[in-house]
């Protein structure tokens, strides 16, 4: 499996923007940059995922580098809300038979401070 | 978006009975589900997939005779732990994935919240 490198964990304060970096420098050609996120006690979240060109929802973006070797989740402004542990996974395109299962890292633990 | 529900979101049980967790899409189809375990401070890891009508696969390490999984349909699955003991005690999340929109064209996973077991 394609994996990825992520800090353990990261700080940031209310109201301000946070990037949170993910490396994936074996990512093939046909795999999809997930991010997922966990709030405590809760199952995981979808929040946005992307190929090749940069991507905005609601919730996020996600920045993705023109090699692809790595990739940025932004969180415009930090709410308490926003404290969880966020996942970059990659999943191939090509989701058939186990290829396309998520398999979660250890994620960055993401504090935000009032 | 999509939700996936779970129930029981908590049991308590006795060593040696078994507890059965059900998973539902409440509002799109599941081509395929998965169920994972995490234990406390530690990542989410894959126990088995399923797809409707088929027998699931388990992941390695995972007894297939102790964690029973049953796909009964599109919008649902359910996981039986048998004679659960108190290792089994664990955080039990299922996830469904399919085309939650008129407007998606690439499946997306989404998960339920949780079940937490004790096992005492």
């Known amino acids: 499996d394609a994996k990825t490198t992520q800090p353990n964990s990261m700080e940031s304060n209310e109201e301000e923007p946070v990037h949170l970096p993910c490396n994936h420098s074996t990512i093939s050609g046909t795999d999809y940059i997930h991010w997922y996120r966990q709030l405590p006690s809760q199952g995981p979240e979808y929040v946005i995922h992307g190929l090749t060109s940069n991507v905005n929802n609601r919730m996020a973006s996600l920045a993705i580098a023109e090699d692809r070797k790595s990739s940025t989740l932004i969180l415009h402004r930090a709410t308490l809300r926003d404290a969880a542990v966020y996942y970059c996974?990659?999943?191939?395109?090509?989701?058939?038979?186990?290829?396309?299962?998520?398999?979660f890292g250890k994620g960055t633990k993401l504090s935000v401070k009032p | 978006g999509a939700v996936v529900s779970q129930h029981p979101s908590w049991v308590i049980c006795k060593s040696g009975t078994s507890v059965k967790i059900e998973c539902r899409s409440l509002?799109?189809?599941?081509?395929?589900m998965f169920w994972y375990r995490q234990f406390p401070k530690q990542s989410l890891m894959l126990m088995a997939t399923?797809?409707?009508?088929?027998?699931?696969?388990?992941e390695q390490g995972v007894e297939k005779d102790k964690f029973l999984i049953n796909h009964a349909s599109l919008t649902l699955s359910t996981l039986t732990v048998t004679s659960a003991h108190p290792e089994d005690s664990s955080f039990y999340i299922c996830?469904?994935?399919?085309?939650?929109?008129?407007?998606?064209?690439?499946?997306?996973?989404?998960f339920g919240p949780g079940t937490r077991l004790l096992v005492l």
């Open positions: 996830s469904a994935r399919g085309l939650a929109g008129p407007t998606e064209y690439q499946e997306t996973q989404y």
């Open positions: 996974i990659l999943r191939d395109v090509y989701y058939g038979g186990s290829q396309g299962n998520l398999i």
């Open positions: 509002d799109f189809q599941a081509t395929t």
């Open positions: 399923s797809n409707e009508g088929s027998k699931a696969t388990y």
